[in-house]
């Protein structure tokens, strides 16, 4: 089951933590993989972890806020069957605290980014007979998360991106869906408390773990594994959902 056997498929932000999870584990399913990654050296690793194990993955140097390089990037791989919107950058700071800038600089990455690249992936996935598209959209999409409005913002558009694009293209048989984790044991989140609570690492570490109601952060592998089946064949009759993946954060943390 959830074989990806003679599939392609794109991954936004495919070098490090969700995304690299997403890339490594389609690949083994069978998946040909083409990581889109702003940064390189990140994209490489990951490429040459997959190659090690002998699957196939390819990496693009793209930056996804930028139209005509998502275009050029998506024309070199022509053939896709699996499009996955996962590349995203985080947001400390209320509405009246975020700067034009701040605002400017999420909505170019993580809504115009995930719109770029299905403007350019969606005619191929037409041509190609139908297929899948996964967001990552986050539980800030559903619940009033503290200091994450811009981040809040776009990952509520996320959501209601999905919906339109699940709607629009159900006769050219291509399913739309998104996830919404909770926190994700990342680099990311290593690098954000080593950065802000310096010496307070694993006091911190453990802080932020209680916030999910299991008690403890995800692994970007729990987060790959729901992604994977609702990529799969065998998720053929899901579009138009979103799947909360947050150990209980939306429905038991209150």
């Known amino acids: 089951m959830f074989k990806l056997t003679n599939k392609v498929a794109v991954i936004t932000g495919g070098g490090s933590g969700i995304g690299k999870a997403m890339s490594i584990l389609f690949a083994a399913q069978g998946a040909e993989v083409h990581i889109i990654e702003v940064n390189s050296e990140a994209a490489i690793d990951t490429v040459n972890e997959i190659v090690a194990k002998n699957g196939k993955a390819t990496r693009h140097t793209c930056d ?20 996955i919107n996962n590349a995203g950058i985080a947001h400390i700071g209320r509405a009246d605290t975020t700067s034009e800038a ?4 999420i909505y170019n990455v993580n809504i115009k980014g995930a719109y770029n690249c299905l403007f350019a992936g969606i005619p191929l996935l037409k041509a190609n007979g139908g297929g899948v598209i996964l967001n990552t959209a986050s539980i800030a999409a559903h619940v009033g998360i503290t200091d994450r409005f811009a981040y809040s913002t776009s990952k509520g558009a996320i959501h209601a991106m999905t919906l339109s694009v699940a709607r629009d293209y159900l006769a050219e048989n291509i399913r739309c869906n998104c996830i919404s984790p909770a926190r994700v044991h990342t680099p990311f989140v290593d690098g954000f408390i080593s950065k ?12 932020l773990s209680k916030t999910q109601p299991i008690g403890r952060m995800a692994q970007p592998v729990e987060i790959a594994t729901l992604a994977l ?26």
């Open 64 to 83: 996804i806020s930028n139209q005509l390089q998502v275009i050029e990037t998506f024309s070199a791989i022509k053939n896709i069957n699996i499009l």
């Open 102 to 105: 701040d605002f400017d600089r």
């Open 196 to 207: 802000n609570y310096a010496g307070q690492e694993a006091e911190i570490f453990e802080k």
């Open 229 to 254: 089946y609702l990529c799969s064949d065998e998720a053929g009759f899901i579009t138009g959902c979103d799947y909360p993946i947050d150990g209980g954060f939306i429905t038991l943390n209150n």
